[in-house]
Nanobody, 126 residues
């Protein structure tokens, strides 16, 4: 079992930045791909960014490319999402997720992930 806990969300003006953190406990996250998803009210949960176990491969949703950066520190059992140039449409609850299956690239589908955090709210005001 692994527990994931997100933090770092909040209220920010458009154009601002936030850094989200996701800390794992109960087991090491280092062998596993990790990802960030988000869910806005009335919408399905969507993939934002993913990172392989060693950090050498990342992938992003088109809507966040060039603005968001996913990274990880396996020694701290933590994954990060640096979000710059935030837009009102980035407003959502952000979730981190862990994939137990070894893969070359992090998958983009929610059903591929085995563990989820509780989420952290990000609100971007115009």
């Amino acid at each position: 079992q692994v527990q994931l806990a997100e933090s770092g969300g909040g209220l920010v003006q458009a154009g601002g930045s936030l850094r989200l953190s996701c800390v794992g406990s109960g087991r090491s996250i280092s062998p596993h791909a990790m990802a960030w998803f988000r869910q806005a009210p009335g919408r399905e949960r969507e993939f934002v960014a993913g990172i392989t176990w060693n950090g050498r491969s990342t992938n992003y949703a088109e809507s966040v490319k060039g603005r968001f950066t996913i990274s990880r520190d396996n020694a701290k059992n933590t994954v990060y999402l640096q979000m710059n140039s935030l837009k009102p449409e980035d407003t959502a609850v952000y979730y981190c997720a862990l994939d137990l299956t070894p893969r070359l690239t992090p998958p983009g589908a929610t059903y591929e992930y085995d563990y989820w955090g509780q989420g952290t709210q990000v609100t971007v005001s115009s």
